[in-house]
């Protein structure tokens, strides 16, 4: 069982960046594929960014450019680094692992964490 944190949420202005982490316990993240998503209210779960077990990420193409996924086997974290932040990007964002080779969808995603709120403002 990997139990998965979020944190470095908050409120923003817009073309402000922040920089989200996942910390997890229970297991090793090295052997699982990651992935960010966000929530925003009224809409489905959207993917945001990937890495598998080997470091290759995934972007949809909406994110590429603004967002960077990476993570550090050592200090068992995943982190989401979010630039050039548009009011449109407000959403909860979720953190998720997964056995299979790369996360790019919610069924994807075996164990989760509870999301951290991003707000940015116009």
């Known amino acids: 069982q990997v139990q998965l944190v979020e944190s470095g949420g908050g409120l923003v202005q817009a073309g402000g960046s922040l920089r989200l982490s996942c910390a997890a316990s229970?297991?090793?993240?090295?052997?699982?594929?990651l992935g960010w998503f966000r929530q925003a209210p009224g809409k489905e779960r959207e993917f945001v960014a990937g890495?598998?077990?080997?470091?290759?990420?995934y972007y949809p193409d909406s994110m590429k450019g603004r967002f960077t996924i990476s993570r550090d086997n050592a200090e068992n974290t995943m982190y989401l680094q979010m630039n050039s932040l548009k009011p449109e990007d407000t959403a909860v964002y979720y953190c998720?692992?997964?056995?299979?080779?790369?996360?790019?969808?919610?069924?994807?995603?075996?164990?989760w964490g509870q999301g951290t709120q991003v707000t940015v403002s116009s």
């Open positions: 229970g297991r090793t993240l090295s052997g699982y594929s």
């Open positions: 998720a692992a997964g056995n299979s080779r790369a996360i790019t969808t919610a069924a994807q995603g075996d164990y």
């Open positions: 890495i598998n077990r080997y470091g290759g990420t």
